[in-house]
């Protein structure tokens, strides 16, 4: 199953006559400021004749620190879409239920789908600012009884941003059939983020992190997820030997020591959304309240818009596979990059195709 996701395409750029040094990329959600500079010393210090630690202990060791819990609760792999691949071949069988919080990630539905399971979705529409209705929500799972669910909080496309309230509900209402999978890809750069991680002391849940989003890691790929060690073992069998490489765990590592590049991400990310959703208002676009560091604008035809910005050297990200044919998804970007976007973007709507 061919997953369409963000991030520029070397062969379209050709196409177009552009190269990625020409183009300002709008369509990947990743920590505006690029990877902190302990993270460049480490990747490029990593050690490239040995093989790296197959169980990525060390970075396991500090993960586990920082959120108090034992190295067996972690598994780190090659990006979070690994993860999840080994998750669903952990927990599902063919024809079992595995149900998904829509429109969102595509990749949940391909690894369930790989792993022969029958996927139902929980969809949220955009007349409820695509917000879910629990009630529905907890009636469906209950209903299903699925083996897997896999939520995205904040979720992407959309910026919904469930508490903590909601998600324990849905934890609940899944542990009674099997396990919920919550996705916090995006939560490091969130409105008003929540600690998940109280939650695996209820158990039913694994909770997924991806390095990529909040310490701009994509190049190298690299996320982990913390669960019961139980899971953890069989997802681990199920891993490819040496998955994760060198840089990538010097660069996990050095991320962790830098809190103060992240939370500048994050002031960056705050004063770049509240000017985007302000001059995306001015232009006529309708942009929903995302909580993450991303919006999702409704433009027309997202293909045309897309193609047009990608002209003027902007890439935003074309939400048709996610069943949103006239949104398009913007990164949160730095200021001045920013400015460019709402540049380009008024004269494509003002019929600048």
């Not at 750029?13 to 010393?41: E, M, T, W, Y």
């Not at 002391?201 to 310490?215: C, E, F, N, P, Q």
């Not at 962790?256 to 960056?268: K, N």
Request: aromatic letters at 4%; charged letters at 25%.
């Amino acid at each position: 199953m061919n997953t369409v996701h963000g991030g520029l395409d070397e062969a379209e750029l050709r196409a177009l006559g552009l190269s990625d040094h020409q183009v300002i990329d709008f369509s990947s959600s990743v920590n505006p400021l690029g990877p902190s500079p302990r993270v460049r010393k480490a990747a490029a210090e990593a050690d490239l004749s040995s093989y790296p630690d197959r169980h990525s202990l060390f970075l396991r060791e500090k993960l586990a620190e920082r959120l108090g819990v034992q190295t067996e609760n972690i598994l780190v792999g090659n990006g979070s879409t690994e993860l999840i691949h080994l998750l669903a071949r952990a927990c599902l069988r063919p024809g079992e239920k595995c149900l998904i919080f829509q429109p969102t990630f595509g990749e949940y539905e391909a690894a369930a789908s790989l792993a022969g399971a029958e996927t139902v979705s929980i969809l949220a529409g955009e007349r409820l600012d695509f917000q879910w209705s629990m009630t529905a929500a907890i009636r469906a799972i209950e209903q299903v009884g699925p083996r897997l669910a896999f939520l995205c909080n904040p979720n992407n496309p959309t910026g919904a941003y469930l508490g903590r309230g909601p998600v324990d509900a849905i934890r609940k209402a899944v542990a009674g059939s099997g396990l919920l999978m919550l996705d916090d890809a995006y939560m490091p750069l969130a409105d008003h983020r929540w600690d998940t991680t109280p939650l695996l002391k209820s158990g039913g849940v694994a909770i997924l992190r991806s390095m990529t989003k909040d310490h701009a890691l994509a190049g190298v790929r690299l996320g982990y997820v913390v669960a019961e060690p139980d899971l953890i073992a069989v997802m681990r069998e199920l891993q490819p030997s040496w998955s994760v490489n060198a840089v990538a765990q010097a660069a996990g590592l050095a991320a962790l020591s830098d809190e103060a590049h992240l939370e500048e991400a994050r002031r960056v990310v705050t004063e770049s959304k509240r000017y985007l959703s302000r001059e995306l208002e001015a232009l006529g676009i309708a942009a929903n309240d995302s909580a993450a560091n991303f919006i999702l604008a409704k433009v027309g035809s997202a293909a045309d818009v897309r193609t047009a910005l990608l002209r003027r050297g902007i890439a935003v990200r074309d939400c048709t596979s996610f069943g949103l044919s006239e949104h398009i998804r913007i990164g949160i970007r730095q200021r001045e990059e920013c400015e460019k976007l709402v540049e380009a973007l008024g004269e494509v709507m003002a019929g600048g195709r």
